[in-house]
């Protein structure tokens, strides 16, 4: 931020941290070109975001479950037997 600049907002749109920024910056430039992900860097990326969300939740990474959209991960929960 320049030195000039006070930015007073106490949560409506607060300044990303430069890391944030940085890899949200990165996943559009991976987005742009889908066709040099490959299977391998897809489910590396999958099991590491499962890892880090569990160590948030106190939780393990196989008690995450990722899902490609609402609908489906909905569909699977309203068809799946109540345990």
Do not use: K
């Not at 941290?17 to 430039?29: D, K, P, T």
Request: proline fraction near 5%; glycine fraction near 8%; aromatic fraction near 6%.
């Amino acid at each position: 931020m320049p030195e000039d600049v006070a930015y007073c907002n106490t949560a409506n749109l607060s300044r990303l941290l430069r890391r944030v920024r940085h890899a949200g910056e990165s996943g559009l430039a991976r987005r742009a070109t889908p066709w040099q992900v490959s299977a391998e860097t897809w489910f590396t990326d999958v099991e590491r975001l499962r890892h880090c969300l569990g160590r948030l939740l106190a939780t393990g990474g196989e008690a995450i479950g990722l899902i490609p959209s609402t609908s489906y991960g909905l569909a699977i929960a309203v068809n799946s037997p109540a345990t």
